[in-house]
């Protein structure tokens, strides 16, 4: 049973460029959340994505942007990056509506912005 | 809106003794409760959860928490250390809708150190 898996693991990107993070929810999964951890942080709650819609935003700008896939697959896009921007971007999978349903995560990906 | 303090940043403990972890939080109505591991490079890996019922909690790796509303608090404990459970270990609050876990309030993290 393969669990949330996320790609690529490392990234190294110049200020102003965009990139695009993705994600594939654990097996039976149909729900997807973003985080995105700073070095010596805890996560922070950037977007959560539903039947390919953006359920729930955390206070991140409009540079953040997310889509889902029919197959609940996920990808997160940063667009003009800073070099703030710099941090573990951890893919979370839950199952809706079943009552405290667990996230489960991946093991993210390390985005540099240089 | 929801907060979660991790009073300690760093702990150091001897493998073999006896660990707790602090954890405060801030939130309006019944909190759900959450303590997470990440080893070095690694995602989060769920400890243990509190919804409702017993408030003491048994989780995996020999963990378990207990929830205080008086206190706010949820501390995690282990009886006796093992150096493989060097780690950071984030507690967090979450938020529920329809949707099950809508989101994830972390606290800061404690980075845990096991000496021999």
């Known amino acids: 049973d393969a669990g949330v898996t996320q790609s690529p693991t490392h990234l190294i990107k110049t200020r102003g460029q965009q990139v695009t993070l993705r994600c594939s929810p654990k097996?039976?999964?149909?729900?997807v959340s973003w985080y995105q951890q700073a070095l010596g942080q805890g996560p922070q709650f950037i977007f959560q994505?539903?039947?390919?819609?953006?359920?729930q935003r955390g206070n991140f700008p409009d540079r953040f942007s997310g889509h889902q896939f029919p197959n609940y697959s996920s990808e997160l896009n940063v667009n003009a990056l800073l070099l703030g921007d710099s941090a573990l971007y951890l893919c979370?999978?839950?199952?809706?509506?079943?009552?405290?349903?667990?996230?489960?995560f991946g093991n993210g990906t390390r985005l540099t912005v240089t | 809106a929801q907060s979660v303090t991790q009073p300690d940043i760093h702990i150091t403990v001897s493998e073999g003794a006896s660990l707790e972890l602090r954890c405060n939080y801030s939130?309006?109505?019944?909190?759900?409760l959450f303590w997470y591991v990440q080893s070095p490079g690694q995602g989060l890996q769920l400890l243990l959860k509190?919804?409702?019922?017993?408030?003491l909690v048994q989780g995996i790796k020999g963990f378990e928490a207990e929830f205080k509303r008086s206190q706010s608090s949820f501390n995690l404990r282990k009886p006796s250390v093992h150096w493989s459970d060097a780690a950071e270990y984030f507690c967090?609050?979450?938020?529920?809708?329809?949707?099950?876990?809508?989101?994830?309030?972390f606290g800061t993290g404690t980075r845990l150190t096991i000496i021999p």
């Open positions: 994505y539903y039947e390919e819609e953006e359920r």
């Open positions: 097996s039976g999964h149909d729900t």
């Open positions: 939130y309006g109505a019944t909190p759900y």
């Open positions: 967090a609050v979450g938020t529920i809708s329809n949707f099950g876990n809508e989101k994830l309030t």
């Open positions: 979370a999978s839950s199952l809706v509506d079943r009552a405290n349903s667990p996230l489960h």
């Open positions: 509190y919804f409702s019922g017993d408030t």
